[in-house]
């Protein structure tokens, strides 16, 4: 069984009535229900609840963690994103959905700004498979098309991805790393374009396609926080202790 926890700041489906005409329950709930399965287990949580709904033994049985915020990623507090650092360090596999680009887990795992070009003028989006074989990118055709999306532009600053899975190609012109990979700790990380708060995005088959397999892949198979201890010559009993 895979644990996942989808957490979602839960603001605009409150405050704007365009948004809740999309997403009536949040945007958590809908993803909570793609994702449903025999082999997957969902919990949610989201700002309103104490300390976000975040705690180290949350964190510790949950194997991967999915990050949708906008545009209250400062009402994180920096001891969550701590956590959630750590946790991934220890293994969690982490998904960071679209404006999650500027949230404060993403930018500490990945150290730097994550500054990144945009503007809302309902382009629509293709999304580009680069990597054909890779487990993340099963069931997709060469590309799909999202109708309307906000555009993400580069440059995107981020570190060089281990890995980058799609290129987004914008009807305005705008080309932008879409899907990308990186590795920290004992931990993976995917960060995934997709899924303004004012459109649809979610519901779109081949994104639930994409977020489902991306749990899969990022499970861990193993949890273990990796300490620097001073240890005996490899001849000595028990040469190398764990922590
Ligand atoms: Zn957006």
């Known amino acids: 069984m895979i644990r ?3 957490w979602n700041e839960y603001k ?3 405050t704007s009535d365009w948004v809740k ?3 009536p329950n949040g945007i958590h709930q809908v993803i909570a229900e793609f994702l449903r399965s025999d082999d997957i287990e969902v919990r949610t949580a989201t700002l309103h609840d104490e300390n976000c709904g975040i705690t180290k033994e949350i964190l510790d049985n949950t194997d991967v963690l999915i990050w949708w915020g906008h545009m209250a990623h400062d009402e994180v507090p920096d001891e969550v994103a701590a956590l959630v650092r750590d946790a991934v ?3 969690m596999g982490m998904i960071f959905l679209h404006s999650a680009h500027h949230s404060k887990p993403f930018r500490l795992l990945l150290g730097t700004s994550c500054n990144l070009t945009w503007r809302e003028s309902h382009d629509s ?5 680069v990597e054909p074989a890779h487990p993340i990118t099963q069931g997709i055709d060469r590309f799909f098309k999202l109708e309307r999306e906000e ?3 580069e440059p995107f600053v981020i570190p060089t991805p281990d890995k980058i899975l799609f290129l987004g190609s914008y009807s305005g012109g705008e080309a932008f790393r879409s899907g990308c990979l990186w590795e920290r700790g004992n931990g993976k990380i995917f960060y995934f374009q997709p899924g303004h708060e004012g459109y649809p995005t979610f519901y ?4 639930q396609t994409v977020i489902r397999n991306a749990v899969r892949y990022l499970a861990p198979n193993i949890r273990l926080t990796v300490g620097c201890p001073n240890v005996r010559k490899v001849t000595d009993e028990k040469p190398y202790v764990r922590g």
């Open 12 to 14: 605009h489906e409150l």
């Open 89 to 91: 360090l220890s293994g």
């Open 4 to 6: 996942v926890l989808i």
């Open 204 to 207: 779109v088959p081949e994104v």
């Open 151 to 153: 555009t993400y532009g």
């Open 125 to 129: 989006e293709l999304l580009w498979v």
């Open 21 to 23: 005409g999309i997403y």
